[in-house]
């Protein structure tokens, strides 16, 4: 049986796990990919509710990354705004399919992917 140890001598250490379990780590991002599928808005407010956002793509390496890991074009966290980026598809709310970034009716369920950066994981 294990006992916890009541010495000032010794200092708690965070954790080694950079993220929540379930969650993928890859260049100071943890990453939850989703089973089910939700509505664009809904599955922002699922990620939120772990302190996270739909993923936003910051570097080519993280796009291709999440293009090999990701199934069944799931949606990320860009919306369609005035036209700001150039995205594929007439919809407002965007998704990750293997070419690239398309976009799509906000209303339809897809998978989704969080990102919760961790700047100060090792």
Known sequence: RARRVQDPHFAVCAPLEPCPAGWLYFQRKCYYLSENEAAWNSSQS???SHNASL???ETRQELNFMMKITKQDPWIGLYKRNEEFAVKGSGS???L???GVSASGCYLTRRWVCSLSRDSAP
């Open 93 to 95: 709310c965007a998704y």
């Open 55 to 57: 993923l936003v793509i």
């Open 46 to 48: 699922l990620c939120s």
């Open 97 to 99: 399919e293997p070419r």
